[in-house]
Structure formats: C-alpha cells, structure tokens
C-alpha cells in the first residue's frame, strides 16, 4: 500500500497519523487488502449482494410523533434540558462548537 | 433579461439536483416533529442527535412519498430499496455520516416532460432518493451554534440529467417540477423557506463535442436566481474559452447581492463518501399493497392538466395556464363548471375580481369563503338576469365579506334586478318628468343626451334596473 493512500484513508477519517504509526499501520492494513484481495478473486456470478446480514425487510414505522413529551405542552420529543446537559458547552437552546466556517 | 448574453458559439449543459422536504409529520427515522421555526433543539431526541445505540426505524409515509415522486417522474421504481450511509464530518451531523440512498434508490431511468416556449421538452430523471437533512448552524464570532431540528428531517433528492440548455430552460423546467410536486401533495415546494433547494451543474463546449468541464453551482434560492446563477456562469465559461483558458471542476456559490458566482474555497481532496449499505435498516421491499397506494397517490399531472383544461373547455394556453398553476384551482374551476357555469365567464371572473379580492385578503381561492357552489350560484343569478354584473361585482365582495350565499346577499340586501316592465315604465316616467329640458334635447336629434336620462334611471333603481328593458321602454317613451 502506498503511503500516500494510507494518508488519505486517515484524513478521510479525521485521524492524524505520527510517522511511526503510518509504519506499523501501512503494513497492517496492508495485510487487510490482501484479504479482501483474495475474497475478490471468488466467483460470485449471478449472486445478489448480501447487504444485510438479517434478512427481514420491511421494518417501517407509521408516520406518527414521538409521545415521550416530557415539557409541557411544547411538543417537544425529547425532554431538552437533559439533551443539552450532555452537550460540552450550550448558550440560549444551542450546543456550541468552535467556529467552523 | 434572456439568454441573449451567452455565447452561442457553445452549446449548454446543465443538470440538476433537486431537494424537496416531504411534508410528513414526523422525521424520517424517529418520531420528532418534522417543523420549521420552532425553539432551537426542541425537535430532537437520540435517533437524530446521533447517539450511540440507538435504532433508526423508516417513516413510512416518507417511503411512500419517495415511491410516488419516482412513480410521477416515470422513473423504474426498485423492487428492493435499500439506504447507505454516506460518510463525512461535519458539525452538522452529529453521526458523521448521512444516512442517504446510494446502489438501490427508489426510482432510477426516469423522465419528466414541461412546457418551454411552445415546445414539450423531456429532462431524463437519473435517480430519485430518500435521505435525511442536516441541522443547521448559526455562525457568530468565534463560535458556531447547532440547532438540530432540522436534522432528520425527510428528504427526497431528485437528479436529472444534464439535459437543460439554457438558464431560462432551468427556470421553466424548476418551476413545472415545483408545481408537480405541490401537485402530488408532497412539498410545499418553497424555495425562500428552503423547502426546496436545487443545485445544479453546468459546462459548455464546442456543438457536438459532449459535455465539457463541470462546476457545480450553489446557493441559489429561487427559479429566478437558478436562472440568473446559470446565465453568468455559462457567460463566464464562454469567456474564459474564448480567451484561450482552461476551466477548472469545481464549486461556485450564487452571490445574489453582487449577480455572480464565485468559487467556494475548498480542499483539493475529492469528495470520498464511502458509501456502504446500512446495517441498523433491512432493505424496503415493496408489496403489492404499497405499490397500489403508490398507483392511488398518482394524480393528473399538471402538463396533461393544461392540455385537457384547453382542449375540454376550450381555454387559450394563457388561460389554462394560470387556472392549472395550482391543483386546487384547477379542481375549482372544474366544479364551478359541473355546476353548469360556463368556461368563458369562469376563466374571467377568476382572473381578474376574484383575485383582486383575494390579493385584497391575502387568501387563497380553496381557503376563500367563496366556495365553487358560491361561485356558481353567482354567476346563475347574473345569467338569469336576476342581477347585473355590476352588482354582481358587489355582490361578490360581499360574499368574501360576510361569508354568505349570493342569493342570500341578493335578497338581505334587495339587490334584485327589476324586471317587471311596468315598474320601470314608472320610474322612467319620473325621471322624464324631472329632466323635460333634456327629453327635449333628445327628441331634437341629440342622442347622446340619452346617456344622461339612462344613468339617472339606474341611479333611481340602485343600479338594480334591467339594461335591456330600460333601453326598450326608453326609446319607446321618447320616440
Ligand atoms: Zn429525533
């Protein structure tokens, strides 16, 4: 595997790699490639795509409104202090995040 | 403005990509209300905010909305549809992925026909897919603010393929798909609210040379802005070949305010979405049940609605434009006419004092108190001569007013015409009474002064009396 694509692989994943990682990574996921490599080689003609490893479909719900309405008359779905206390920093109703624009 | 500026050395290429907000009542896998403009962060609950563990479940309104678009758009509907997650980072989607369609959406190889000029043009539909929205972000200074109401919310993405030529052809090809969709009861359809959006891809090139180097154009928020964003871009294109330059693929942001695009700094890394099937929801296949509601759901589309609005009651193109522009009119029209007024007279009344009065009240004609059986008693009560049309123009505000039947108006109010020739044989006689200096007038040979003697007649009546029988009894009585 080239470096290069390791690297790419990395950013793609928001993961920041030190040199030696890129090393030991390089050749591990090396080694994967070749795996799926070899699974690629297999005659699969005429087979569907096991997408799913269940094989039930259909699970669908009707169109209806969440009644876990725990504040007051405001439809809310979910009671929203307790949402928010899980946020890191919150002003006025917002999580707030370093600026990303 | 037209598409006179462009360079006609080159030929146009635009495609586009459609988002619509079904109009569902919940999300499109939890139950949160899906609604504009409520408090930040009252709409959301684990499934949408991402947590771990929890178990997105498909809202089924939204599955059949998204097989009824496709259904409408001619599209070969998938037997086994299936959603993928499609992997980024983002702060405004809190899974880092979006959980879209990829492999198996609900419709591909669609088309949709509209009316260009006095041509039918067919756009290829590429695919129709169901996903989710993001939250939304709010800037401000050093910090970004989420609210993730919006996160969740049910979309349906609609590609065509790149077979519009021109920006005036995008804009009458967006605006024949908003209608369709308003028309099938899915979105509002509201680009100013971003209930739709559409982003579109453009590239020129020399006649008969395909497709030429692709940027994509965003940030457009209405059909006339798209055609605005269209017809600089594919100017600046022409430009930039005209003077030898190479155009580079990239993103270009609608700056309304300055009327032109401009590129949107980006990485240089191409998007890799790394789509993959997702695990957490079995594959939708549809059963004959659903496909039968899918087939219910279909009505008649607003092109073949024209078409028969001209060719049943005889209308012009013009005129069967504006009644079929909404379903609901076009539905209105048609009742006032089974209850046997006639097309014509309709078409007339409609366009201009019936949408006085609801430009006046900010209405609109399905919501208004003038309902069809209304609207035609109206018009009978003018067609048998029990009212004028004058009055029946009062009377018609007066229904909007009150919200009562015409008869009922007419006979509160006494507005019915007077008929009995007898009765206006009197009045007549009086107004000649009073004015003897003008009937002498009129007996010399001055016939405009007649005009006077009628117009103190109806004014004597209330405007109330027949026309016709005040100008027989008239010329009776003067010859
Ligand atoms: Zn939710």
New interface residues.
């Given amino acids: 595997m080239k470096k290069e694509e390791l690297l ?1 692989t990395a ?2 994943a ?1 993961l920041e790699l030190e040199e030696g990682e890129v090393e030991r990574l390089g050749e591990e996921v090396a080694r994967m490639l070749d795996y799926f490599e070899m699974m690629t080689k297999l005659d699969v003609d005429g087979l569907e795509p096991t ?18 309405n725990n ?1 007051n008359n ?5 009671n ?1 202090p307790l ?2 206390e899980n946020g890191n920093d919150v ?11 | 403005m037209g598409d006179v500026l462009v360079n006609d050395k080159y030929e146009t290429f635009v495609g586009l990509e459609i988002h619509i907000h079904l109009l ?3 999300k499109m896998f ?4 899906a ?1 504009y403009g ?9 499934v949408c ?1 991402g947590y771990p563990g929890v178990l997105p ?7 059949e909305m998204g097989y009824v678009v496709a259904r409408a758009l001619n599209c070969r509907l998938s037997r ?1 549809t ?1 959603f993928e997650r499609k ?1 980024y ?3 405004d989607m809190p899974k880092n992925y979006q959980i879209s369609q990829f492999q198996e959406p609900v419709g591909v190889e669609g088309y949709m026909d509209f009316e260009f000029g006095d041509e039918i043009k067919r756009i290829r539909i590429h695919d129709v897919h169901l996903e989710e929205d993001a939250g939304k ?12 109401n919006r996160a969740g919310y049910p979309l349906l993405e609609i590609v065509t393929e790149p077979d519009l030529k021109s920006g005036e052809e995008t804009e009458a090809f967006l605006r024949a798909f908003r209608r369709t969709v308003r028309y099938l009861g899915v979105c509002d359809g509201n680009m100013d609210e971003g209930s739709m959006k559409c982003d579109a891809n453009i590239s020129i090139n020399l006649p008969g040379a395909g497709l030429g180097t692709k940027v994509e154009l965003k940030n457009m928020n209405s059909p006339r802005f798209v055609r605005r964003g269209l017809q600089y871009e594919a100017q600046r294109q022409a430009s930039v070949l005209d003077e030898g330059g190479k155009l580079i693929q990239e993103t270009r942001l609608w700056n309304e305010n300055r009327d032109i695009t401009e590129s949107m700094r980006t990485k240089e ?1 191409a998007n ?1 979405y ?1 789509y993959f ?1 997702e ?1 957490d ?5 549809p ?1 004959d049940a659903f496909m039968a509601a899918v087939e219910e759901a279909q009505v008649e589309l607003p092109l073949t609605r024209k078409h028969k609005l001209m060719r049943k009651y005889s209308l012009s193109s013009e005129q069967a434009e504006f009644i079929h522009d909404e379903k609901g009119n076009a539905d209105y029209f048609e009742r006032v006419l089974a209850l046997g007024a006639e097309a014509q007279s309709v078409y007339t009344w409609l366009s201009s004092d019936v949408q006085k009065e609801l430009n006046l009240l900010n209405m609109t004609l399905t919501r208004s108190p003038l309902s069809a059986e209304r609207f035609a008693e109206l018009l009978r009560l003018m067609e048998e001569g029990q009212i004028s049309g004058k009055i029946a123009k009062q009377v018609l505000i007066d229904v909007f007013e009150e919200n009562e039947d015409p008869s009922r108006i007419v006979e509160k109010k006494g507005l019915s015409q007077i008929s009995d020739p007898a009765a206006i044989a009197r009045i007549i006689d009086k107004v000649l009474g009073e004015n003897e200096q003008v009937v002498q007038a009129v007996r010399e040979g001055e016939q405009k002064q007649k005009g006077f003697l009628v117009g103190q007649i109806m004014k004597e009546t209330g405007g109330r009396a027949a026309p016709a029988l005040v100008q027989k009894i008239l010329s009776e009585k003067l010859s």
Avoid: W
């Fill in positions: 790419t950013s793609l928001l997408t799913h490893a269940f094989q039930k479909t259909n699970r669908l719900r009707a169109d209806v409104l969440n009644n876990n504040n405001t439809n809310n779905s979910f929203r949402i928010m002003e006025d109703d917002f999580f707030v995040i370093p600026n990303v624009l | 569902t009542e919940s939890c139950g949160c209300k609604n409520d408090e930040p962060n009252t709409n959301v609950c684990p905010l479940t498909v809202n089924e309104r939204a599955m086994k299936y992997n980072f983002y702060p972000m709010i800037h401000a200074g050093d910090m970004s603010l989420q609210d993730f890394m890799d790394r099937p695990p929801m079995p594959p939708f296949c059963d």
